[in-house]
């Protein structure tokens, strides 16, 4: 397998693939990795299911032993797709405490860091880009089919003669 990252990778069924699809990632797709889900009071709000998770945003923890607790996001690293947390800290041997590293998969928005106001427009403009993309593959499907048709029409009367 190639080392460098396939722009035409589609999906594979092989987890060896797919965690080397994650690992060779760049920068602007990992950062969709960091995606996290919205509360059920956001989601009806907003009509968004899961958003990329930013700086400031609040927090509640779904999974683990930190489960069911609240924070606000302090960093978010993508390369590691990685979220620290406001005041979820672990003690240390020596005494000294050290922030956890979370995966945003076990955490849930709910509440939004809305300072940019562009974000939410920006996340639904994606979301009607790729529906709009899917149909227009559908679209060109559908007349792919039909010239199909016409063509083997034509080519059966041609046989007939």
Known sequence: MKKEFSKSWKSSKQPRKQRKYRANAPLHIRRKFVGINLSKDLRKKHSIRNIVVRVGDLVKIMRGKFKLKQGKITKVYTKTSKVEIENIQVKKMDGSKSNVKMQPSNLQIIELNLQDSKRLK?????IKTDKESSKKI?????KIKTTKKVVSKETNKESKK
């Open 122 to 126: 920006n996340s639904i403009k994606e």
């Open 138 to 142: 559908e679209e060109k499907d559908e």
